[in-house]
């Protein structure tokens, strides 16, 4: 299974929206999920999507976000310097402790799929 995320903000700082999609073709939109950076906006949406794994009792999963901050901060490859992102990656280490194994990869925008449906909703 494959899960995509996108967070952003218009303007930054703005009001935050995000997307999950998986690949069983759920999708969720979520607009004006507060004020915020797009940063904050991306670690909501995988959040959100790990909230989705665990409703879904999804097992054996990747979940892709075209946020190199992100991905490597939850994957412990960057150091988190933000200090308002700490509470994000407090909740994700809970959120990852109730689920199985799962892979967590970066990809380009262009193949987010979670993103292309943000952007077909803006136009």
């Known amino acids: 299974m494959k899960l995509y995320f996108d967070g952003g903000c218009r303007p930054n700082p703005g009001q935050r929206e995000i997307a999950v999609f998986s690949e069983d073709r759920t999708i969720q939109l979520h ?44 994957n412990g490859i960057w150091k988190i310097k933000q200090d308002t992102f700490l509470p994000f990656f407090e909740e994700y280490k809970d959120l990852k402790k109730a689920l199985p194994a799962f892979g967590l990869k970066y990809i380009p925008r262009n193949s987010n799929l979670a993103g292309k449906f943000i952007e077909m909703k803006q136009k």
Do not use: P
């Open 31 to 74: 607009d004006y999920v507060g004020y915020g950076t797009n940063n904050e906006a991306e670690w909501i949406a995988l959040l959100w999507t790990l909230s989705v794994a665990i409703d879904k009792k999804f097992s054996n999963f990747t979940v892709f976000g075209d946020s190199q901050l992100i991905i490597n901060q939850a």
